[in-house]
């Protein structure tokens, strides 16, 4: 009999049975630590009720007894290819006829196995930094690594069918420390979103031990990737951990609200639903069409930025908002004229870049196009952080400005006119 608290488990998979044509087996894994030195690797084969109610019954964090496993040899090389690295030389095998899992009941937990579930699987210091990460660039493409960061934002859950009607999930959380301000981590298994689900923007620190980084070239940046190796220790009780932790409790007022700031823009608008291609010209006459029509019109234009006057007052750059609604502070009369409350009172005001640009391509040009928040930051490839207030008015919001290729640019643009 083994007990010991659950820090890191598979989604359930299903694989083509040798032995019975046409019939399939089922299989998960999960990970198990009775004490800061140890952890192992325990996997079930079965049925698709029994695997599926197996894994069902305890997530990660739960302390869980498993009685008449059987103790095998693994092979280091191949299974911790796939499998996250342990320090014993064995791995636990669950039969479905003989072994058995139970979640311990509250009076059967020993405190110190609680206790377990915030110590990383790795050494506390052997991590980079998501300034490093970004600093080394392609360097570190398709190499796995640690990562000890804050959670910034969790997004919702994204839900799909894959061509060969496989069902999917992708969940993107963005981090941030003392050296990065939004770095992204996606999260593509069951196990990993719902733990995602739980963490706390802005209050909540992990160390993920073995995730995926990679260049995102639409993006242009590095991304990390949950994968079948990656533990996740939530709110690690480190050293390191704890300065990150006090540095995102210092910073919580004062830090540029990105999330925020670009729900206001953005409108939770899916970017992959626009696909329909524009010129200038084609925009302002759909424009002057849909004149009067309160619904807003999106589309993707393929232009370069005309005008850019980022030597302007710095008063016409950025712009200071109410933290509680999101909209303009009214610096004349100090009010948020939309909550009605003096800007004294705020609890924090966010300030990002709001500024005025020119987009331009063979048929014409738009003026006075706003680039806002994030995107305006990924753009420049800097963050804001000074707490001037500007003017600025919006025509037309850039919801994404990246560089673009040539030829999908000519292939795009085949048959708009000159």
């Known amino acids: 009999k083994i007990i010991g608290i659950v820090i890191g488990k598979a989604d359930v998979k299903g694989f083509p049975d040798r032995k019975n044509i046409g019939s399939e087996r089922?299989?998960?894994?999960f990970t198990i630590r009775d004490s800061p030195?140890?952890?192992?690797?325990?996997?079930?084969?079965?049925?698709e009720d029994y695997i599926k109610s197996l894994s069902d019954s305890f997530r990660v964090g739960d302390c869980v007894i498993i009685e008449n496993p059987l103790i095998q040899r693994k092979y280091i090389e191949r299974e911790e290819k796939f499998s996250p690295a342990t320090p014993s030389n064995c791995k636990l095998l669950?039969?479905?006829?003989?072994?058995?899992?139970?979640?311990?009941s509250s009076y059967e937990v020993d405190t110190k196995l609680l206790s377990l579930i915030h110590l990383p699987v790795k050494e506390s210091c052997d991590y980079y930094s998501l300034g490093d990460i970004v600093a080394n660039g392609h360097s570190l493409n398709g190499r796995i690594i640690n990562v000890l960061a804050a959670v910034k934002s969790v997004g919702e859950p994204k839900?799909?069918?894959?061509?060969?009607?496989?069902?999917?999930?992708?969940?993107?959380?963005?981090?941030?420390?003392?050296?990065?301000?939004?770095f992204a981590m996606t999260c593509w298994d069951n196990e990993s979103i719902l733990l995602a689900q739980c963490w706390?923007?802005?209050?909540?620190?992990?160390?993920?031990?073995?995730?995926?980084?990679?260049?995102?070239?639409?993006?242009?940046c590095m991304t990390a990737?949950?994968?079948s190796k990656t533990i996740i220790t939530t709110n690690p009780d480190t050293p390191e951990a704890n300065i990150l932790l006090n540095f995102i409790r210092e910073n919580k007022e004062t830090n540029v609200l990105d999330d925020e700031i670009d729900s206001y823009f953005k409108?939770?608008?899916?970017?992959s639903t626009i696909v329909d291609v524009y010129t200038v010209e084609q925009l302002k006459a759909k424009a002057l069409k849909n004149e009067g029509k309160a619904d807003p019109f999106y589309g993707i234009l393929y232009a370069y930025i005309s005008t850019l006057n980022i030597d302007d007052e710095t008063t016409k750059v950025v712009r200071s908002r109410c933290s509680s609604c999101g909209f303009i502070v009214n610096e004349a009369s100090n009010m948020c004229t939309t909550c009605n409350k003096n800007s004294l009172d705020f609890k924090s005001v966010f300030v990002s870049f709001e500024m005025l640009i020119d987009l331009t391509d063979h048929t014409g040009t738009?003026?006075?196009?706003?680039?806002?928040?994030?995107?305006?930051?990924?753009?420049?490839?800097?963050?804001f952080v000074v707490s001037h207030r500007a003017r600025s008015g919006l025509k037309i919001s850039v919801l994404s400005c990246k560089l673009a290729d040539p030829t999908e640019a000519s292939r795009n643009l085949s048959g708009k006119h000159v």
């Open 26 to 29: 089922y299989t998960f894994s």
């Open 37 to 47: 030195a140890y952890f192992v690797n325990a996997t079930s084969w079965g049925n």
């Open 94 to 104: 669950l039969s479905e006829n003989h072994s058995t899992v139970k979640v311990c």
């Open 159 to 182: 839900y799909f069918t894959t061509s060969d009607r496989r069902k999917g999930q992708r969940c993107e959380v963005r981090l941030y420390d003392e050296t990065e301000s939004s």
């Open 200 to 220: 706390m923007p802005r209050e909540t620190v992990i160390f993920a031990s073995d995730v995926r980084i990679s260049f995102d070239k639409f993006r242009n």
């Open 225 to 227: 990737t949950v994968i």
């Open 267 to 271: 409108e939770s608008i899916n970017l």
């Open 366 to 383: 738009l003026h006075s196009c706003s680039l806002t928040g994030s995107v305006a930051e990924e753009t420049l490839g800097c963050t």
